[in-house]
């Protein structure tokens, strides 16, 4: 029998308990030995919890206990999180976490911890909430050279532009709804300006280039400023608008970014709707591969991490390969990054923009008053720079091939 | 330095060359060791091939050779296939395949013997080609209880559905296309009588369930009969039609079969055209995941096949786990499956249609002389019973919802 810890017991750690106790069977013939959670670690009491008498205040109970040999952190926060996943990778104990905050600004420096105590440390519910798209990227499409991965990340947002195409409602009213409904937090911005899925680009690209990728470099911009006009085109043009976070490898140079952009029927994401993810992944001999279902939610995180507690009861006393370094990648600037824009502009300026840009594809949505075009594809430097001649630019939207 | 052998130096044993020789630095990372191709098997010699000095005509030397500890067999068919597999793991050599006639055949042997002589025998592209599904099942969703897999695994019927669609083009047409083209076979049996997909399904279903689920025993029905006006049908609705191969566990009775049907826009299978693949599995806890690529084609399928090589190197003594009992699951009868169904009828016929399934959901599709509608859900007992009620049924398509 292998004894775990729990800690922290809001959504996800009580997913977590849920889903161990729903799926017992399954769970101990999948990881070969009895698992059994010893201890919950909550500041609060549960009075009425059917696991009430599991909870525990300390954490230090859990981290001196040499029974516990895994521990699945569902704190959320950089602290306390990453203290006691360090004392407790430290102590050989292995942890998993849904963690994406703690992940991305120290995941490094845990796997190397991990490594050096032979334990692991894993996270397969930080990305794509129950999607399997970790373990796929460290165990299948292990002979390939991933060049490009791009993702639907973020579920808040893609319900809000997954609304906002449908109803023609505005960005704030979605917000509103979405708020009410329980799919937005009260203070939105880690969502609707990319925070959420800036860290969990930067998790998936450090591990395909097996260097630390900092999040924090990361050129992030978020949906605030996309308009039910924006989607009048985009329908009139058979295209969506969905919230992107990407990483490519051009001819040797890294990009990463998040940002809104408008993506065609024949791009596997094109479908991905309302609170789903979808992760696209390109490889040099595979091509594409693309991983879809639920980003977020109690049971789908919380089964992602009971599958990371499952491979680690499986190996216990060894570390799995996870090829992510703590030497930082250099990404290229946002100025060289190349791409096709939409672009909106009012009427007076477009013979303007007809000269600065040359040929563009000019969408009849029939707005009034303006104009929308694509551009060819050009650097961001040089779009800016053209822009800058126009006047006033309503919008402008990238866009990915 | 690991020495491997390839069987088989065709499409896909050529492409594991390849890929291996192409991402020799990558795979060796991820393996954690060199990997090194020491003989190609194939009655053929490759004069002027850049490995020719590696292809052998006797299996004995490569079976003889206590270097050899992996074997990639990319010859397909049971025969030699299964003797030369059966000897390799009886010596003790891991074997990764493509071969789906062989493993939907003997699988559960073949893993019994791999486990009695502490080796793998791994199959992840005998399924979805380039397609990361069985690790997925075996090492990701394993606190799941999945109890229903839908699966796109025909790349070939995907391939002229998709182009009937779009074209309004006759089957017959079509197929000849593909034909030319090299995505049909001169035979085309296998692919557009579900043969394949039957096969690939009872693989992914042996492996959800864990027990045998025998390819003879699923109710297999192909697209031969589906027409252009189908198709009008189906684009007036809204709706898609595909290939699927599905297996499901409804309140402890288990169905599998492979049959087009009509799938509508909220399935995430909808848009995967082409001759792309597309699986969805549904776990009690997780809900929906979709897993979609290139179901065929050389360099995917081989790239699959070196994962699993990967995979082998890195377990050198160890078998991996891979819930496949040779005991049989039992089957329901397909009477006692539940769908609706999309039924046409000639316009003499509709009012027996109308009085013998009651509320009809009728879809105007302009077709002059016919009718047609979609029915309730009701079993295909039921359904044959009705049907059979009334002169003569133009065509009926089973309704996924």
């Not at 961001?380 to 919008?395: C, D, T, W, Y």
């Amino acid at each position: 029998m292998v004894k775990v810890a729990v800690l922290g017991y809001g959504t996800v750690g009580s997913g977590i308990v849920e889903v161990i106790k729903t799926n017992q069977d399954m769970v101990n013939k999948k990881a070969g030995d009895e698992i059994d959670v010893k201890y919950i670690l909550d500041l609060r009491d549960f009075p009425g919890d059917p696991y009430e008498n599991l909870v525990v205040h300390d954490v230090e109970v859990i981290l001196n206990d040499p029974e516990v040999q895994v521990i699945a952190e569902a704190m959320g926060g950089v602290e306390p999180a990453y203290t006691f996943t360090k004392r407790a990778l430290s102590s050989g104990k292995s942890v998993c976490t849904s963690n994406k905050e703690l992940v991305a600004k120290h995941g490094p420096e845990l796997l190397q911890i991990a490594r050096d105590n032979k334990c692991n440390y894993m996270f397969e519910a930080s990305v794509g909430g129950g999607i399997p798209i970790i373990r796929p990227l460290n165990a299948s499409l292990t002979p390939e050279r991933v060049d490009g991965i791009t993702g639907i990340l973020n579920g808040t947002t893609n319900y809000i532009l997954t609304k906002m195409e449908r109803e023609g409602s505005d960005f704030d009213v979605v917000l509103k709804e979405a708020q009410e409904k329980g799919y937005a937090e009260r203070n939105p911005e880690a969502d609707v300006e990319g925070y959420d899925a800036c860290r969990k680009i930067a998790i998936l690209s450090s591990l395909v280039y097996g260097k630390n990728v900092n999040f924090e470099n990361i050129y992030t911009e978020g949906i605030t400023k996309i308009t039910t006009t924006d989607f009048t085109y985009a329908k009139k043009a058979g295209w969506a608008i969905k919230l992107l976070a990407m990483s490519k490898e051009v001819d040797g140079k890294y990009f990463a970014m998040v940002t809104p952009c408008m993506i065609n029927a024949s791009n596997p994401l094109y479908n991905v709707n309302d609170v789903f993810n979808g992760i696209l992944v390109h490889g040099n001999t595979l091509g594409n591969t693309m991983y879809y279902g639920a980003g977020a939610g109690k049971l789908p995180t919380a089964s992602a991490v009971v599958s990371d507690i499952i491979d680690c009861v499986k190996h216990l006393g060894k570390t799995v390969f996870c090829f992510w370094d703590s030497e930082d990648l250099q990404l290229s600037s946002m100025d060289d990054s190349v791409k096709r824009f939409f672009v909106r502009v009012a009427d007076a300026d477009f013979a303007k923009a007809q000269e600065v840009f040359g040929d563009v594809e000019v969408i009849d949505a029939g707005v009034a008053g303006e104009k929308g075009f694509f551009t060819k594809a050009m650097s961001e430097k040089e779009f800016n720079e053209k822009s800058a001649q126009i006047g006033n630019v309503l919008s402008r939207i990238r866009v990915e091939e």
